[in-house]
């Protein structure tokens, strides 16, 4: 429905979104080391004994024990390390650049950590409930990054976040309006076509973990449902600009782009 470019939205309480970017090196590195840099047989291997799969969680089925690589019951966790292709990982990690920091922002490091394995913990445990019987081993981050965005809605959903709408017109609108939309198209999903190709049960089991979890391990003094439109540091106000336009020109001859500060 849409893609992430940026938002408008400066950190306030850290100077760098360590967790966030930890989790994107993390997931590409584990993406080159189990995809394009492996075997066929280590990568089968990677994704039998790392992937979530049901019938194991809810013992239909038992894994050969040469392909145990994890203890029982790491692999709700584990799963969300792993991607079948380049695209599969691009699109949850832009997904997790464009977000993720602004939501490590609200909770700090170590709770945004936490936060974002137990929305995966959670995306897996529904897909689970849902295909309880599964061999289909599942993989990937979206669990998680649906919680991030579950979160990111609560936290800031007047905040402008650049969006590709229908994979072609970049807007830039209010977060609530892309964000619900996303969020209504995963449970609906999840009604039409429960045993699809895409778990939407993951998705809507992090989508359910991250409206809870952000309510409680979110920081004291951090607001649900803000309504300050946080503007880019980088971004001169309108009065400033007037006022001193020739201090501006003369220390940054380039012109401002809309985009502000990479998120």
Partial sequence: MFIP???????KHIKVQYVTIGLIVI?????????????????????????????????????????????????????????????????NMLFLWVFGDNVEDALGHLRYLIFYLLCAAAGALVH???ETSSQAPLIGASGAISGVVAAYLLLHPKVRVWVLVFFR??????????LILWILQQFVMLALDPRGAISWGAHVGGIIAGLVLVV??????VPLF????????AVVPATAA??????????????????????
């Fill in 5 to 11: 470019l940026h938002d408008t939205n400066s950190l």
């Fill in 226 to 233: 803000d309504r300050t439109i946080v503007t880019p540091k």
């Fill in 128 to 130: 689970g409930l849902v």
């Fill in 216 to 221: 409680v391990l979110r920081r004291r003094d």
């Fill in 27 to 91: 997931n590409c590195v584990v993406w080159l080391i189990t995809g394009p840099l492996a075997s066929q047989n280590f990568a089968n291997a990677t994704v039998l004994g790392l992937g979530y799969i049901p019938a194991l969680a809810f013992d239909y089925a038992h894994l050969e024990p040469n392909l145990v690589l994890v203890p029982e019951g790491a692999t709700y966790v584990t799963y969300a390390f792993l991607h079948t292709d380049f695209w599969h990982l691009a699109s």
């Fill in 242 to 263: 007037v006022a001193g336009a020739e201090d501006v020109n003369a220390a940054s001859p380039r012109r401002q782009t809309p985009w502000g500060r990479p998120s």
């Fill in 169 to 178: 017109i970049p807007l830039p609108l209010p977060a609530f309006v892309p």
